[in-house]
């Protein structure tokens, strides 16, 4: 994918009963990212989907160069589980395992956990959690922290791995209190982005020259032409009443990118002939979707990666078709 930009995919789990075997679609799904010249896969957590860690193992386990990048909540498990974890995996597939630190915009979910943060108290935790993780993964001897969170005295998980082994920190959000625990702990930022133009104006203006790598996380629907890429869009899509309803909503999300992107949403369904916001209007993704021509969506990623984005996380890009049309836009990117 060239050295300018990292493409990281999605280990998308259909919707099926937990008896459903999963492992063809996702050993398939990272074959064919790997074959492909994808560094990685996000691995999602939420309470209803497959265990990332285990998703991870069978991941590793099936390809060859492939990095999962794993959804860490801070309340789903201590820190030093954590570290034990990684550093096994590590230790057994001589892979890097990177985290994608998440602190909780389902509210339903931290009020099934009684989680009883706010949306700072969420984001300062993270940043002590990482903290020690950091820490147990850095240096085998004996843990004595005493934090606001987390208390331990003389804890030893034997977790150590060598600093190349360690994991990278991607940190997505774009709130002031996201900025301070990237500053704090993070290597990757990663948003849903705006349009380019206001991209350049808000979260890349607000970054800054921090030594920070940027990333963004969109979908793409390209074809040879722009009326092949809309058609295929549009295939199926229906917004109802209900959904503009949700949509409106979400613009008083505690979530700071939930409430700029249904703000967006609720201005166009389209904006600058190619950034797609129908998915998310429809809850089938959180992610704005790029739509048009190879060179037309090649054109506009190649705008984000001018405002400094490195990392590329890509949406809905499932099948052997859908990694044939993204290569033919990234293999124009990196032109």
Do not use: C
């Not at 998308?12 to 679609?25: A, G, N, Q």
Request: charged share 25%; glycine share 6%.
């Amino acid at each position: 994918m060239g050295e300018r930009l990292e493409v990281i995919g999605t280990a998308t789990v259909p919707w099926l009963p937990p008896t459903h075997d999963f492992r063809p679609h996702l050993t398939g799904l990272a074959e064919r990212a790997e074959r492909h010249g994808f560094t990685g896969l996000l691995v999602f957590y939420d309470h209803v989907v497959l265990d990332p860690w285990t998703v991870a193992g069978l991941l590793l386990q099936h390809t060859s160069t492939l990095v999962p990048l794993v959804a860490l909540q801070p309340y789903a498990l201590p820190p030093f589980t954590a570290a034990k974890t990684i550093s096994s995996l590590t230790s057994l597939y001589r892979r890097r395992v990177d985290l994608n630190v998440i602190t909780g915009a389902a509210p339903e979910e931290l009020d099934q956990v009684g989680d009883p943060l706010d949306h700072d108290g969420r984001y300062a935790r993270a940043a002590e959690y990482v903290a020690v993780l950091h820490r147990l993964l850095s240096s085998d001897e004996p843990l004595t922290w005493n934090g606001e969170h987390y208390r331990f005295r003389g804890l030893r998980v034997n977790a150590e791995l060598p600093e190349h082994l360690r994991p990278r920190i991607f940190v997505p959000g774009s709130s002031k209190a996201n900025r301070v625990l990237v500053d704090q702990v993070g290597h990757v930022t990663i948003t849903h982005p705006e349009p380019v133009d206001r991209f350049a104006e808000s979260f890349a203006a607000a970054r800054g020259d921090r030594g920070l790598e940027m990333g963004i996380r969109v979908g793409l629907v390209a074809r040879p032409t722009a009326e092949e890429a809309w058609a295929a869009a549009l295939d199926g899509h229906r917004v109802n009443r209900a959904a503009r309803l949700r949509t409106l909503l979400k613009r008083e999300s505690e979530s700071d990118w939930n409430r700029r992107l249904a703000t967006l949403a609720a201005e166009a369904d389209v904006h600058d002939d190619v950034y797609w916001t129908g998915l998310y209007s429809t809850g089938r993704t959180a992610a704005p979707l790029l739509v048009g021509s190879y060179d037309r969506v090649a054109e506009y990623l190649r705008r984000y990666v001018a405002l400094g984005v490195t990392k590329l996380l890509l949406t809905r890009v499932d099948t052997e078709a859908d990694f044939h049309h993204a290569r033919a836009v990234l293999a124009r990117v990196d032109t």
